[in-house]
């Protein structure tokens, strides 16, 4: 493979704490080298930020849910699916892209790669097969195991190692990468048409609490020692006062400690944390308790948080978290579409429109932005829009904007008809907090990189790393004083190269690139008794044969496989 | 009022997609240079001139602009897509979406329209001799917000799926149309004037429909309430009034349940 010398950028590179300094990237065979021969390409970052690819800890972006939203929006797609180009495939939709559309626009914003946030275990099949049809970007997927049967009723029980080797088996077997959790228990109470709002609430049938099942999940993950923690979508997502669940939830992790050869110091990854930090009791009185989560997520090493910042446009909001998306169905009447996964989970999909001109919508921008600013460890505080529940993946740059600056803050805040009432719900007024580059390097790339436990890969730019090297048009020493210069620098990356290979040029899409999928093999000893329970829900309940159940490897065809050996 | 006439001289093979052909881009431009706007044949790129002979002149504003097509568009897709001003006249046939996304100006097409017409329409008015196929005034596959606002007259028979999730503006069928009126709607004005099959008004929440005719097939979500006389499009007459649908949730107003009309000519 040829030689890279990107040369001369302003290098922030957290994992090095290099901030700023003016230097070289060397590139060969795919990783970053000490340096490279006279016959090196040089590709002149001067004047401009060089980081390393981004890392998304938490997106839909494929899966059945994600391609149920594609089908039933067809308006998604309403001009905003541009004429096929020359050399590269048609791109369409905005809040529910298609898979070519989704890999490029990760790489236009120098993103090397994204974790699919929720995968159905039965329909791991299908995931990977959207993996697999997403260029350029490197992608995992996380099984999701709260309202799973054999989860319950091992948790139940309190059989930490049989609900391990369950685990272990599932994630070998559907190619996926860590423990996803979404409404414990709420989901499998959905099937009784009830749901879990509180952490003792108990599920139908199986009688265990969310609070149970959240410890046991934390305890098998550890048990394990998989590279990433066990990552949660809490219960009582989206309404007034749940931040006291939120809280009451995130002390759960409180006196566990990560086990793991993977550099991860968390054991809980709260996601879309925007989403939990609700105050108030209806919607007249609904407010920002960012402040409240974000003081007691700042007193905890051992938790790591996304945002999940609504970015106010129209989207498509998704999720396992079934009894969520029927309670908002009935709030804004648009399409719903619910499935459920035998055994294992459920689904909800419903179009939103987060309206400026809404009191609700505006403070929940406010709140998503509030967290990012309250975060006293930018390493443990991550940027997303828990795409597309909140806003589309591509407004990232959106978002770093806001962080970056608080003219840009105003000047969305200006365009709200209910801003004074937005004010008066939240803090964001009055924070002067502006994040830097290198903190927003540590959001976007260090962070997520080591919390989900590849740090060695990917989020610095330290010689032996993949070579994914991202340069963004902005002048380290002069920083635009217009912030939407800011937005345009990280929406179209001058140059992007993934894996050593230049992907983007000026913006535009520069090659298909090498697209891998990262799974986890966990191994555990032999466990004949959960064997024989797998075998026999097969035979029982599933309504498909165990053989039929396992991701094949031709569906994951560039794998990158992360071994995990519980006796090694 | 300044106008370009456009002469098809040419049948496509395919269908011909003219985003392009509205005052709002014909204004300020000189035939020449409308000849060579991009249009699609199928998928590929051709110019406007290679099927049209334009000539004549355009305003410097859409309002000041009128287009004259001197022939039959039964393959020309999109006349008027998304026109704030001006007016458009076809003498001939038109095919789908016909005034779709139009915020204002006015469409005469003096023969039949294919489907799609005035499709998610805003403002304008649109005036069709002849027949209209289906969909007339509806919405995008799978949009929730349909025709909002403006006028779709057509003097002729129109098909199946009509002001489909409309929420405002009318619509007027000058004789009979087949099925499915205002599924959905919320809001707007439905006037046919002939005969309908049936599925008048499914799921609707909000809005009006008037029926002259017969409808063969009424709804079961549907009860009559009382019996009105009424003027409706410069017509007077007596209709039974019906509210509905009552299967779909309906939004309230000063504690009262507000229904959608149904009146059918006694």
């Known amino acids: 493979m040829a030689e890279l010398l990107v040369k001369g950028g302003f290098v922030i590179d957290p994992t090095r704490r290099i901030d700023g300094d003016v230097m070289d990237v060397a590139i060969k065979d795919g990783k970053i080298v000490e340096k490279v021969g006279p016959g090196a390409k040089v590709i002149d970052a001067k004047g401009k930020v060089v980081m390393a690819g981004g890392v998304d800890v938490h997106a839909h972006v494929a899966g059945p849910k994600v391609n149920v939203g594609r089908l039933f929006r067809p308006e998604d797609k309403l001009f905003k699916s541009p004429n096929a180009q020359k050399n590269y495939r048609m791109e369409m939709g905005f809040s529910i892209p298609s898979t070519f559309k989704t890999g490029y626009d990760y790489a236009r914003m120098g993103y090397s790669f994204v974790m699919e946030a929720a995968m159905p275990p039965l329909h791991s099949p299908h995931v990977h097969e959207e993996i697999h049809d997403t260029p350029i970007i490197d992608e995992a997927a996380l099984p999701v195991f709260a309202n799973n049967w054999f989860v319950l009723e091992y948790l139940k029980n309190g059989e930490i190692e049989n609900s391990a080797a369950y685990v272990a088996w599932l994630i070998t077997a559907t190619k996926g990468y860590g423990i996803k959790l979404v409404n414990p228990g709420g989901t499998a109470a959905w099937a009784w048409g009830l749901n879990c709002l509180t952490l003792q609430d108990p599920v139908p049938y199986f009688d265990i609490t969310p609070a149970e099942i959240i410890t046991g999940l934390i305890k098998t993950n550890e048990y394990l020692g998989l590279p990433h923690s066990m990552h949660i979508h809490q219960n009582n997502l989206g309404n007034p006062g749940n931040y006291e669940v939120t809280l009451e939830s995130l002390k759960l992790a409180e006196g566990y400690k990560a086990k793991n050869k993977f550099?991860?110091?968390?054991?809980?990854?709260?996601?879309h944390i925007q989403f939990h930090s609700y105050g108030g009791d209806g919607w007249a009185n609904f407010e920002s308790k960012a402040k409240e989560v974000m003081d007691y997520v700042n007193t905890q090493k051992n938790i790591t948080v996304d945002l999940g910042c609504v970015t106010l446009d129209e989207t498509t909001t998704m999720t396992a978290d079934g009894p969520f998306e029927h309670h908002l169905n009935g709030l804004n009447h648009l399409k719903w579409a619910n499935v459920d996964v035998e055994l294992e989970t459920a689904a909800g999909v419903v179009p939103y429109v987060y309206d400026k001109d809404i009191k609700v919508c505006g403070i929940q921008w406010a709140i998503g932005l509030e967290l990012g600013l309250y975060a006293k460890d930018p390493m443990r505080t991550f940027i997303t829009t828990d795409h597309p529940n909140a806003g589309p993946f591509t407004r990232y740059p959106r978002i770093i904007k806001w962080l970056m600056s608080k003219k840009a803050r105003e000047a969305t805040l200006d365009t709200f008809k209910h801003k004074d009432k937005v004010i008066d719900a939240t803090n964001i007024h009055g924070i002067d907090t502006e994040r830097t580059l290198y903190e927003i390097a540590q959001m976007t790339r260090a962070g997520p990189a080591k919390a989900l436990g590849f740090s060695r890969m990917f989020g610095g730019l330290a010689p032996g790393m993949d070579a994914d090297v991202a340069v963004f048009d902005l002048n380290y020493?002069?920083?635009?004083?217009?912030?939407?210069?800011?937005?345009?620098?990280?929406?179209?990356?001058?140059?992007?190269?993934?894996?050593?290979?230049?992907?983007?040029?000026?913006?535009?899409?520069?090659?298909?690139?090498?697209?891998r999928t990262i799974w986890v093999n966990a191994k555990v000893k032999e466990n004949p008794q959960v064997m024989r329970d797998i075998h026999e829900k097969f035979l029982k309940d599933y309504t498909v044969g165990i053989l039929n159940y396992p991701v094949h490897d031709y569906l994951a065809p560039h794998p990158l496989v992360i071994d995990v050996d519980v006796e090694a | 009022m300044p106008t370009i006439t456009l002469k098809p001289y040419k049948t496509p093979e395919l269908m011909l997609e003219c985003y392009n052909i509205t005052p709002d881009v014909f204004a300020g431009k000189k035939p020449e240079e409308i000849a060579e706007l991009e249009i699609r044949e199928g998928k590929t790129r051709v110019k406007l001139g290679d099927f049209f002979e334009a000539s004549g002149s355009s305003g410097m504003t859409a309002a000041e602009t009128d287009i004259h097509i001197a022939g039959d568009c039964t393959r020309v897709k999109y006349i008027g897509n998304k026109m704030t001003a001006g007016s458009?006249?076809?003498?001939?046939?038109?095919?789908?979406?016909?005034?779709?996304?139009?915020?204002?100006?006015?469409?005469?097409?003096?023969?039949?329209?294919?489907?799609?017409?005035?499709?998610?329409?805003?403002?304008?008015?649109?005036?069709?001799?002849?027949?209209?196929?289906?969909?007339?005034?509806?919405?995008?596959?799978?949009?929730w917000r349909g025709m909002r606002g403006g006028?779709?007259?057509?003097?002729?028979?129109a098909g199946n799926d009509i002001g489909t999730f409309m929420l405002g503006g009318t619509i007027i069928i000058e004789n009979n149309a087949f099925i499915h009126v205002s599924t959905h709607a919320e809001g707007g004005t439905v006037i046919i004037k002939g005969d309908v099959q049936g599925r008048v008004g499914g799921q609707m929440v909000k809005g009006d429909i008037y029926v002259f005719g017969n409808i063969q097939y009424m709804l079961p979500g549907f009860k009559q309430v009382d019996k009105v006389e009424k003027e409706v499009d410069g017509e007077k007459a007596t209709f039974l009034h019906y509210i509905g649908d009552l299967g779909e949730r309906h939004p309230k107003s000063k504690g009262k349940e507000i229904y959608a009309n149904l009146y059918v000519k006694a």
């Open chain 2, 151 to 157: 006028t779709i007259r057509i003097k002729g028979n």
């Open chain 2, 88 to 143: 458009i006249t076809v003498d001939g046939n038109a095919d789908m979406y016909v005034g779709g996304w139009m915020k204002g100006g006015k469409i005469h097409v003096k023969g039949n329209v294919h489907s799609f017409c005035g499709i998610a329409m805003e403002g304008g008015e649109i005036l069709v001799d002849g027949n209209a196929e289906n969909y007339v005034g509806c919405a995008y596959r799978g949009d």
């Open chain 1, 477 to 515: 020493k002069s920083m635009p004083s217009d912030p939407e210069k800011i937005e345009q620098a990280f929406q179209r990356a001058s140059w992007f190269i993934k894996s050593g290979e230049i992907v983007v040029k000026n913006g535009d899409i520069a090659s298909h690139g090498n697209k």
């Open chain 1, 263 to 271: 550099g991860r110091e968390q054991v809980m990854h709260s996601t």
